[in-house]
Every structure is written in structure tokens, then in C-alpha cells.
Nanobody, 133 residues
């Protein structure tokens, strides 16, 4: 059974940092695209970052480039999202998702720099990040 469990969310002041974790199991971690998304009520899920576990290639949305980094721990089947210089507009539920036997490039909408949530096969239940001003 494929499982993804997010953790690390919480309340932080603007300018602060958080590190989210996505602990995974039940699939071949070494051959997948694992992405981080966020969503606020009433809006579409936004792709933020992705890492291809096969070659380590990464993707970042323009909205987080330079502030967020993504990394993986192959031994513990975990992907991390380090979020720095957080802003109130970063407040959202954060989810990790996996596309099996794929690389991050396959999740990017053609002709854009946008990662589509439609391409993910499985999702975690999310963790809430609240950034106060």
C-alpha cells in the first residue's frame, strides 16, 4: 500500500523557516517524481517543487524559487521541503504527491513552468502551514 505522510507544518512568523517532511512507503522510491503542492480553500492545488528520485533533478515554481529547497533521503524514503523567508501568502495546506516511475519533467504542463497536480498518482493528507504577519 502506497503511503505518504506529511509533517512539519505549524505556525511561524513572516521571515521565518519551516522544514516539511514527506515520509513514504509502498512503492519504488528510487524511481519516482515526488512533489510538494499547496492549497487554500477555494483555489486549485498549486505545484511548488518536485524532485526526481532517479537522478535528483528538481523543479521549483516561480513563486518559491530562491526561498524553498527540496531534498531526499534515500535511506529513509523521505523527501523534505525547506521553506525560508516565509510570507503570509504562503499560508496553506501543504501536500506531497508521487508520480510513479516518472521524473518531474513529466509533471510540467507543456509550454509552461507549472507543475500539474493531475499527474500525481498518490497523495498524503497534508499539513497546515500558517505564516503570521
Amino acid at each position: 500500500e502506497v503511503q505518504l505522510v506529511e509533517s512539519g507544518g505549524g505556525l511561524v512568523q513572516a521571515g521565518g523557516s519551516l522544514r516539511l517532511s514527506c515520509a513514504t512507503s509502498g512503492f519504488n522510491f528510487a524511481d519516482s517524481a515526488i512533489g510538494w503542492f499547496r492549497q487554500v480553500p477555494g483555489k486549485e492545488r498549486e505545484g511548488l517543487s518536485c524532485i526526481s528520485t532517479s537522478d535528483g533533478s528538481t523543479y521549483f515554481a516561480d513563486s518559491v524559487k530562491g526561498r524553498f529547497t527540496i531534498s531526499k533521503d534515500n535511506a529513509n524514503y523521505t523527501v523534505y521541503l525547506q521553506m525560508n523567508n516565509l510570507k503570509p501568502e504562503d499560508t496553506a495546506f501543504y501536500y506531497c504527491g508521487v508520480r510513479l516511475e516518472a521524473v518531474c519533467l513529466s509533471t510540467i504542463v507543456a509550454g509552461t513552468n507549472r507543475m500539474s497536480h493531475h499527474g500525481m498518482d498518490y497523495w498524503g493528507k497534508g499539513t497546515l502551514v500558517t505564516v503570521s504577519s
